[in-house]
């Protein structure tokens, strides 16, 4: 009996583990340069999987992870101007307060945190506004990209991108 009990139960484990590999939200690493600023970025990409994003499961004006599960981050190896605003070079949690016409970028000194929920505007090293713009392209998962010392976020029909000099 207990051998039928342990057949039945791996059967069980072996069908629900030979679903979609994928994971909701896979973590992903972007690593790029900017001339010799090396750039970081590490995020976990959420998936739209048909819901409603903006303001939605993202809520408009409140502060947001900027992906899933851990707070993104953005490490850089030199100091660099981020839309002419000085951010020195370090290690940074990424959030952002989601608007309907515009955006607050924020870079936050405490770079390993699990969400927003411990999030601390004192610890705010840099706050940026943007206006995000709807894009003709559909990207059913969260994605950051460096392309022409711009980093650029898509999500859904929507992007914004932050430009990037050295000092």
Do not use: H
């Not at 959420?46 to 599960?69: F, H, M």
Request: hydrophobic content about 35%.
């Amino acid at each position: 009996m207990k051998a039928y009990i342990n057949i039945i139960t791996t059967l069980i484990l072996l069908i629900f583990s030979c679903g979609s590999k994928q994971k909701p939200s896979p973590p992903v690493t972007l690593e790029d340069n900017v001339g010799n600023t090396s750039i970081v970025i590490k995020y976990n990409s959420p998936r739209v999987r048909e819901r409603s994003i903006w303001g939605d499961l993202v809520p408009y004006d409140k502060v947001w992870r900027t992906g899933a599960n851990e707070a993104t981050t953005f490490k850089i190896s030199e100091d660099i101007l981020i839309y002419d605003s000085p951010l020195e070079k370090g290690e940074y949690s990424f959030f952002t307060i989601p608007g309907k016409d515009n955006w607050t970028i924020i870079f936050n000194n405490i770079s390993k945190q699990w969400g927003s929920y411990d999030y601390d505007s004192n610890q705010d090293v840099l706050r940026l506004k943007v206006v995000p713009i709807q894009s003709n392209k559909f990207f059913e998962n969260m994605t950051f990209s460096i392309e022409d010392n711009r980093i650029i976020f898509n999500w859904e029909n929507l992007s914004f991108s932050l430009k990037i000099e050295e000092l």
